[in-house]
T-cell receptor, first 112, second 109 residues
């Protein structure tokens, strides 16, 4: 089945630790995105990538880092510099030639 | 600045009671307006893309329409399984998507 797989579904982090969220897609999509979702707020863009080895900051990139070494994979690292990391994180992907994006099932990160 | 505003924030309907959700938008060079359904704890599920004013798309009890300033998601004779948060998003000439905060729909049996 084609799709976008995010793992883990739930993640707990101690303050001061870095954690990495995984996002893999087998849709042969060129572009990949990371969003953060908080209650009462729309999805906010963290980073996006249109091509391997290239990525751009979104609106709330501070405290996050990404890599795009393979077309299929776009991992997100939440660093200790992110002051309020508890949130629901969503990965999405799209073809460059089309306009809509498709989402994974999300990772809920909780700082304990 | 590109932005999306959805209303109402929450909507409670009796089963079979039709209604509409609104999405107002401003965007430079609309490439597409999107509707998604999101269930609690899940990622958004793609429903429709609308490309230009006057366009309509239908799927089961849902019908999406588009004008130059807003989109409506009409829900006809809803069922309890239609309960979810419905998200609207736009994409302009850039590569970013802009999302509204969603409408939480509850359909009561």
């Amino acid at each position: 089945d084609g799709g976008i797989t995010q793992s883990p579904k739930y993640l707990f982090r101690k303050e001061g630790q870095n954690v990495t969220l995984s996002c893999e897609q087998n849709l042969n999509h060129d572009a990949m995105y990371w969003y953060r979702q908080d209650p009462g707020q729309g999805l906010r863009l963290i980073y996006y990538s249109q091509i391997v080895n290239d990525f751009q900051k979104g609106d709330i990139a501070e405290g996050y880092s990404v890599s795009r070494e393979k077309k299929e994979s776009f991992p997100l690292t939440v660093t200790s510099a992110q002051k309020n990391p508890t949130a629901f994180y969503l990965c999405a992907s799209s073809h460059l030639g089309t306009v809509e994006a498709f989402f994974g099932q999300g990772t809920r990160l909780t700082v304990v | 600045e590109d932005q999306v505003t959805q209303s109402p924030e929450a909507l409670r309907l009796q089963e079979g009671e039709s209604s509409s959700l609104n999405c107002s938008y401003t965007v430079s060079g609309l490439r597409g307006l999107f509707w998604y359904r999101q269930d609690p704890g899940k990622g958004p599920e793609f429903l429709f893309t609308l490309y230009s004013a006057g366009e309509e798309k239908e799927k089961e009890r849902l019908k999406a329409t588009l004008t130059k300033k807003e989109s409506f998601l009409h829900i006809t004779a809803p069922k309890p399984e239609d309960s979810a948060t419905y998200l609207c998003a736009v994409r302009g000439t850039g590569n970013q998507f802009y999302f509204g905060t969603g409408t939480s729909l509850t359909v009561i049996p």
